[in-house]
């Protein structure tokens, strides 16, 4: 790979005149061109569109057009290419005859639309998904679709009487996913209600930050006996009886309620599910905590569980190794693991503690809940290859030189605002983490031009995020251009070779 990337900027030039077809063949011939040739191979079957007067004169699966108005007379739309099977639309406005031309698309499956203030009717255009962003839909209709599968809303906060008339006139017989993400608008429940009894075949259904009552998730009960899939994030509205009738839910295997205003009395009925997934955060109005008995009861029942984020008021006044050792102990299937804190007050950290054994454990999060160099020395996570310690005061060196040791794998760490994060901690990073791609420094404002000249040009890491770390106005910032050989500046935040990234 070395080899390959001593002859960029000579590889960059060639691969232009290449056609996707022969990128294609290039990148098979190993691991090495493989990783080469990728951001090239999604440059060409993906295009932006910069103006209404670009003509698209190739090829693409991908295409983002982004105007003003969108007239089917434009260049842009009249020259799509009949393999677009993925179309992102944003405008002000749309002519109806747009949807129109993109019925002749027989390759067409997804659709995007991201419109403001506008007048929005969507036919049966042979669409597999489509997803509306619209923050103010003035006049809101979407024809029944024969073959749409999935469904979503989002950014909402337009007409509600439109978009509820929508969802009761709306069928799908083959509609396996629906969302709809408000900005805490109060939701009429008849529409919904109306809705879920017509598709009983879904399987996944996001409800986010709506003004929803209880009734609604008891109808989603009742009339989608498939459902596997549930977030009812920002909903605070809902009350504990909403959690009964999700416990009744007999295939609910994904389950988001963080910020809602449900208690841990009301958790107690999910004790009998089968959950892999659950996310959720504490009343605001009451002051848990993660270490007391009863809330460590409920989430131990769900032993199935292989991904959980627990974000609550406090973790009280005991070092977060303590909420670890549970999670280990007590879920030995958890692959994703997030814990944050809102309000951290902890004691000192013992120079030594038991083992921390994570044997499936790809991802972890720790937002704010007093990372210390010796939890990172007691954890054992040989899978994990994403790991974020937000703001951590307490982690140097020594607490890198020891992930580098128990976590062998990792690929994307962010240890963003670490307060003793310096040249030393890069110097592992480079030297020991030797499967590192991905390393967030934003604010660690200890760490030296130098350093960094060191991590770039001697490593392998293909994005490293350096926000904050200098000035934007500093003219030091030059000098990051200079040691990045093959690099160019895109804009003010970024700089790159076209593989790798810089953010500044």
């Given at each position: 790979?070395?080899?390959?990337?001593?002859?960029y900027?000579?590889?960059?030039?060639?691969?232009?005149?290449?056609?996707h077809?022969?990128?294609?063949?290039?990148?098979?011939?190993?691991?090495?061109?493989?990783?080469?040739?990728?951001?090239?191979?999604?440059?060409?079957?993906?295009?932006?569109?910069?103006n209404?007067?670009?003509?698209?004169?190739?090829?693409?699966?991908y295409?983002?057009?982004?105007?003003?108005?969108?007239?089917?007379?434009d260049?842009?739309i009249?020259?799509?290419?009949?393999?677009?099977?993925?179309?992102?639309?944003t405008?002000?406005?749309?002519?109806?005859?747009?949807?129109?031309?993109?019925?002749?698309m027989?390759?067409?499956?997804?659709?995007t639309?991201?419109?403001?203030?506008v007048?929005?009717?969507?036919?049966d255009?042979?669409l597999?998904?489509?997803h509306?962003?619209?923050?103010?839909?003035?006049?809101f209709a979407?024809?029944?679709?024969?073959t749409?599968?999935?469904?979503?809303?989002?950014?909402?906060?337009?007409?509600?009487?439109?978009?509820?008339?929508?969802?009761?006139?709306?069928?799908?017989?083959?509609l396996?996913?629906?969302?709809?993400?408000?900005?805490l608008?109060?939701?009429?429940?008849?529409?919904?209600?109306?809705?879920?009894?017509?598709?009983t075949?879904?399987?996944?259904?996001?409800?986010?930050?709506?003004?929803?009552?209880?009734?609604?998730?008891?109808?989603?009960?009742?009339?989608?006996?498939?459902?596997?899939?549930?977030?009812?994030?920002?909903?605070?509205?809902?009350?504990?009886?909403?959690?009964?009738?999700?416990?009744?839910?007999?295939?609910?295997k994904?389950l988001?309620?963080?910020?809602?205003?449900?208690t841990?009395?009301?958790?107690?009925?999910?004790?009998s599910?089968d959950?892999?997934?659950?996310k959720v955060?504490s009343?605001f109005?009451?002051?848990?905590?993660?270490?007391?008995?009863?809330?460590?009861?409920?989430?131990?029942?769900?032993?199935?569980?292989?991904?959980?984020?627990?974000?609550?008021?406090?973790?009280?006044?005991e070092?977060?190794?303590?909420?670890?050792?549970?999670?280990?102990?007590?879920l030995p299937?958890?692959?994703?693991?997030?814990?944050?804190?809102?309000?951290?007050?902890?004691?000192?950290?013992?120079?030594?503690?038991?083992?921390?054994d994570?044997?499936n454990l790809?991802?972890?999060?720790?937002?704010y809940?007093?990372?210390?160099?010796?939890l990172?020395?007691?954890?054992?996570?040989?899978?994990?290859?994403?790991?974020?310690?937000?703001d951590?005061?307490k982690?140097?060196?020594?607490?890198?030189?020891?992930?580098?040791?128990n976590?062998?794998?990792?690929?994307?760490?962010?240890?963003?605002?670490?307060?003793k994060?310096?040249?030393?901690?890069?110097?592992?990073?480079?030297?020991?983490?030797?499967?590192?791609e991905?390393?967030?420094?934003?604010?660690?404002?200890?760490?030296?031009?130098?350093?960094?000249?060191?991590?770039?040009?001697e490593?392998?890491?293909?994005?490293?995020n350096?926000?904050?770390?200098?000035n934007?106005?500093?003219?030091?910032?030059?000098e990051?251009?200079?040691?990045?050989?093959?690099?160019?500046r895109?804009?003010?935040?970024?700089?790159?070779?076209?593989?790798r990234?810089?953010?500044?």
């Amino acid at each position: 790979m070395n080899d390959l990337l001593s002859y960029y900027p000579v590889l960059v030039n060639l691969f232009k005149y290449l056609s996707h077809r022969e990128l294609k063949s290039l990148s098979s011939v190993s691991k090495d061109w493989w990783e080469v040739t990728s951001p090239f191979l999604e440059t060409i079957s993906k295009l932006v569109v910069p103006n209404s007067s670009h003509k698209i004169q190739r090829n693409y699966n991908y295409i983002e057009i982004n105007q003003d108005h969108i007239d089917i007379k434009d260049n842009s739309i009249g020259s799509l290419p009949g393999t677009v099977s993925k179309l992102c639309l944003t405008s002000d406005t749309t002519s109806p005859e747009v949807f129109d031309h993109l019925k002749k698309m027989k390759k067409l499956k997804h659709l995007t639309l991201t419109i403001d203030c506008v007048d929005v009717c969507v036919g049966d255009i042979g669409l597999e998904t489509l997803h509306i962003k619209s923050p103010m839909i003035l006049n809101f209709a979407i024809q029944n679709q024969n073959t749409l599968k999935k469904l979503h809303i989002s950014n909402f906060f337009g007409c509600v009487g439109e978009a509820d008339n929508c969802l009761r006139n709306f069928k799908s017989d083959v509609l396996e996913g629906f969302g709809l993400n408000g900005v805490l608008i109060l939701f009429p429940n008849e529409g919904l209600n109306t809705f879920f009894s017509k598709h009983t075949l879904l399987k996944s259904c996001f409800l986010n930050y709506l003004s929803i009552q209880d009734d609604v998730i008891a109808s989603l009960q009742q009339n989608c006996p498939l459902l596997e899939t549930l977030s009812l994030k920002g909903c605070f509205n809902l009350s504990d009886h909403s959690l009964l009738e999700v416990s009744r839910m007999k295939k609910i295997k994904v389950l988001n309620i963080l910020n809602t205003c449900v208690t841990f009395e009301g958790l107690r009925h999910l004790a009998s599910t089968d959950l892999n997934s659950f996310k959720v955060s504490s009343n605001f109005d009451q002051a848990q905590d993660f270490n007391e008995p009863q809330v460590q009861e409920v989430i131990k029942d769900m032993g199935n569980l292989t991904v959980l984020v627990v974000k609550f008021n406090r973790f009280g006044d005991e070092d977060p190794y303590n909420a670890m050792q549970f999670v280990a102990d007590h879920l030995p299937e958890m692959e994703e693991l997030e814990l944050s804190v809102f309000s951290a007050h902890f004691k000192d950290c013992p120079d030594s503690l038991p083992d921390l054994d994570f044997k499936n454990l790809v991802s972890l999060k720790l937002h704010y809940i007093g990372v210390t160099n010796t939890l990172l020395r007691s954890l054992r996570a040989p899978k994990l290859k994403f790991l974020t310690i937000k703001d951590t005061k307490k982690v140097n060196y020594l607490g890198f030189k020891d992930l580098a040791k128990n976590c062998p794998v990792l690929k994307h760490l962010d240890v963003s605002g670490g307060k003793k994060v310096d040249d030393d901690c890069i110097d592992i990073c480079r030297r020991k983490m030797k499967n590192l791609e991905n390393l967030n420094l934003s604010f660690c404002r200890k760490v030296t031009i130098e350093s960094l000249r060191f991590l770039v040009t001697e490593s392998k890491i293909y994005i490293v995020n350096m926000a904050g770390v200098v000035n934007n106005e500093d003219s030091r910032i030059d000098e990051i251009v200079e040691f990045t050989e093959g690099f160019t500046r895109i804009n003010s935040d970024l700089i790159s070779n076209g593989m790798r990234q810089i953010f500044i």
